[in-house]
């Protein structure tokens, strides 16, 4: 396990986000002044209850780690320009200094061998809904986050012979895409095997598609 600083926060950051903070509360500012001083990573996780700001806030023990990419001068405080790389378990939450820290393990995605051609099926489902869905949007005269075949162009020939590696950051490319709250990114980094990451995706396609109909047909 690995003792870091903690970023408590509103909003769930998946691996492979671009990561963009205003920083001015004096911990906070503690927070980063410390990890630009050692290996530049912090870890983020959602707020289960309370708010981002003045302390005393719960949290979740699911999260990301985030590197550092560059800081800049802000009017107030700081702006943080990083990145989300892996998700982590949050073993235990520390608040002894004035900014949180969490003791964490990497989580580990793996897959057997027999199961890779599964899990390359699935992901291949998991596109194919999340561009019927994108259609949809479309159709609904509403905002659509890519243009038509986007997604599918994402998925790579020979899928069910790669890696387990190659499956995960599929993963995370896809799921990056999905238009959903704070709360149901968090669901996706408890975790879980590869295959049940992609049942809740897909399950959550499905909930925006029931949410947009609702609100929006005749």
Known sequence: MTLAPAFPLG??????????????????????????????????ALISAG??????DKRFDSGVLVEIDHIEEAEVGLMLYGHATAPVNIRFWNDERSYPQAKYDIQISTVETAA????????????????????????????????????????????????????????????????CTAMARFELLIDQPLTKRIQRAMAEIQHMREIVTFRYSN
């Open 51 to 56: 708010s981002e700001v003045g302390g005393g």
């Open 116 to 179: 890779l051609a599964e899990c390359a099926t699935a992901l291949s489902s998991f596109a194919a809904e999340l561009e019927k869905f994108f259609c949809f949007l479309e159709e609904m005269h509403l905002p659509t986050p890519t243009p038509p075949g986007f997604v599918k162009s994402l998925l790579p020939a020979g899928l069910a012979s790669m890696t387990t590696e190659t499956h995960t950051d599929l993963f995370w490319t896809l799921a990056r895409l999905l238009p």
């Open 11 to 44: 909003t769930t950051f998946l691996p492979g986000d671009a990561v963009v903070l205003r920083v001015f509360e004096s911990r906070y500012l503690d927070l980063v002044h410390m990890t630009l001083e050692s290996d530049r990573t912090f870890v983020t």
